[in-house]
Protein backbone atom coordinates (compact mmCIF):
# COMPACT_ATOMS: atom_id res chain seq x y z
CA UNK A 1 0.00 0.00 0.00
CA UNK A 2 3.09 1.89 0.10
CA UNK A 3 5.13 2.59 -3.09
CA UNK A 4 8.17 5.11 -3.71
CA UNK A 5 9.12 5.99 -7.22
CA UNK A 6 12.37 7.57 -7.67
CA UNK A 7 13.48 9.66 -10.96
CA UNK A 8 16.43 11.55 -11.61
CA UNK A 9 20.11 10.70 -11.30
CA UNK A 10 22.47 10.10 -13.75
CA UNK A 11 26.11 10.74 -15.46
CA UNK A 12 27.62 13.84 -14.53
CA UNK A 13 31.16 15.52 -14.10
CA UNK A 14 32.82 16.59 -11.06
CA UNK A 15 31.49 19.50 -10.01
CA UNK A 16 28.41 19.31 -11.87
CA UNK A 17 25.08 19.13 -10.32
CA UNK A 18 22.12 17.07 -10.54
CA UNK A 19 18.94 16.37 -8.70
CA UNK A 20 16.66 13.23 -7.60
CA UNK A 21 13.00 13.09 -6.77
CA UNK A 22 10.74 10.41 -5.24
CA UNK A 23 6.90 10.50 -5.57
CA UNK A 24 5.25 8.36 -2.54
CA UNK A 25 1.43 6.38 -3.13
CA UNK A 26 0.63 6.01 0.43
CA UNK A 27 -2.43 4.57 1.19
CA UNK A 28 -3.97 4.77 4.92
CA UNK A 29 0.26 5.07 5.31
CA UNK A 30 1.10 8.61 7.77
CA UNK A 31 4.76 9.39 6.40
CA UNK A 32 6.68 10.89 9.11
CA UNK A 33 9.78 11.03 7.47
CA UNK A 34 11.49 10.71 3.95
CA UNK A 35 15.15 11.00 3.33
CA UNK A 36 17.68 9.81 0.98
CA UNK A 37 20.56 7.23 1.68
CA UNK A 38 23.40 5.83 -0.79
CA UNK A 39 25.37 2.89 -1.33
CA UNK A 40 28.13 2.95 -3.36
CA UNK A 41 29.77 -0.17 -4.50
CA UNK A 42 31.49 -2.62 -1.72
CA UNK A 43 29.93 -0.43 0.71
CA UNK A 44 27.01 -0.36 3.29
CA UNK A 45 23.98 2.44 2.41
CA UNK A 46 24.25 4.82 5.00
CA UNK A 47 22.11 8.21 5.26
CA UNK A 48 22.45 11.24 2.56
CA UNK A 49 19.85 13.58 4.28
CA UNK A 50 16.10 12.88 5.71
CA UNK A 51 13.72 15.88 6.19
CA UNK A 52 10.61 15.71 8.50
CA UNK A 53 7.14 16.10 8.42
CA UNK A 54 7.67 19.60 9.74
CA UNK A 55 10.63 20.77 7.17
CA UNK A 56 13.25 19.60 9.32
CA UNK A 57 16.21 18.47 7.85
CA UNK A 58 19.37 16.21 8.66
CA UNK A 59 22.16 15.73 6.56
CA UNK A 60 25.42 13.65 6.47
CA UNK A 61 28.75 15.74 7.46
CA UNK A 62 29.96 14.66 3.60
CA UNK A 63 26.94 16.65 1.61
CA UNK A 64 26.22 19.73 4.41
CA UNK A 65 26.35 22.70 2.27
CA UNK A 66 26.68 20.96 -1.08
CA UNK A 67 23.38 19.05 -1.12
CA UNK A 68 19.53 20.14 0.02
CA UNK A 69 16.39 18.27 0.53
CA UNK A 70 13.18 19.03 -0.19
CA UNK A 71 9.74 17.85 0.76
CA UNK A 72 6.46 18.92 -0.54
CA UNK A 73 3.69 16.89 2.36
CA UNK A 74 0.43 17.63 0.06
CA UNK A 75 2.43 15.79 -2.80
CA UNK A 76 4.14 13.27 -0.78
CA UNK A 77 7.00 14.04 -2.85
CA UNK A 78 11.24 14.54 -1.61
CA UNK A 79 13.79 15.94 -3.43
CA UNK A 80 17.44 15.96 -3.20
CA UNK A 81 19.24 19.05 -5.30
CA UNK A 82 22.87 17.81 -5.41
CA UNK A 83 25.41 20.61 -6.29
CA UNK A 84 29.70 20.49 -6.61
CA UNK A 85 28.91 16.64 -6.93
CA UNK A 86 32.49 14.77 -6.31
CA UNK A 87 33.45 11.41 -7.31
CA UNK A 88 33.04 10.04 -4.00
CA UNK A 89 29.43 10.69 -4.14
CA UNK A 90 28.58 8.19 -6.61
CA UNK A 91 26.14 5.39 -5.99
CA UNK A 92 22.66 4.18 -6.07
CA UNK A 93 20.65 6.73 -4.33
CA UNK A 94 17.40 5.10 -2.61
CA UNK A 95 14.30 6.93 -1.32
CA UNK A 96 12.96 6.03 1.96
CA UNK A 97 9.98 7.03 3.55
CA UNK A 98 9.38 6.05 7.65
CA UNK A 99 6.18 6.04 9.22
CA UNK A 100 2.40 4.23 10.80
CA UNK A 101 0.80 2.18 8.58
CA UNK A 102 -3.14 2.09 9.64
CA UNK A 103 -3.63 -1.52 7.96
CA UNK A 104 -2.35 -4.63 9.15
CA UNK A 105 0.10 -4.91 10.50
CA UNK A 106 -0.34 -1.76 12.57
CA UNK A 107 2.56 0.47 13.62
CA UNK A 108 6.07 1.97 12.67
CA UNK A 109 7.30 1.29 9.17
CA UNK A 110 9.62 1.85 6.66
CA UNK A 111 9.31 1.53 2.99
CA UNK A 112 12.21 1.70 0.89
CA UNK A 113 12.37 3.21 -3.36
CA UNK A 114 14.25 1.17 -5.88
CA UNK A 115 16.91 3.36 -6.16
CA UNK A 116 18.48 5.22 -8.78
CA UNK A 117 22.00 5.76 -10.21
CA UNK A 118 24.07 9.01 -9.07
CA UNK A 119 27.43 8.65 -11.15
CA UNK A 120 30.46 11.36 -11.12
CA UNK A 121 33.06 11.39 -13.20
CA UNK A 122 36.56 12.79 -12.54
Known amino acids: QVQLVESGGGLVQAGGSLRVSCAAS????????MGWYRQAPGKQRELVAV???????SYADSVKGRFTISRDNIKNTVSLQMDSLKPEDTGVYYC????????????????WGQGTQVTVSS
Open 51 to 57: VTSGGSA
Open 96 to 111: KAAGVALFPPFGVRDY
Open 26 to 33: ANRFVINV
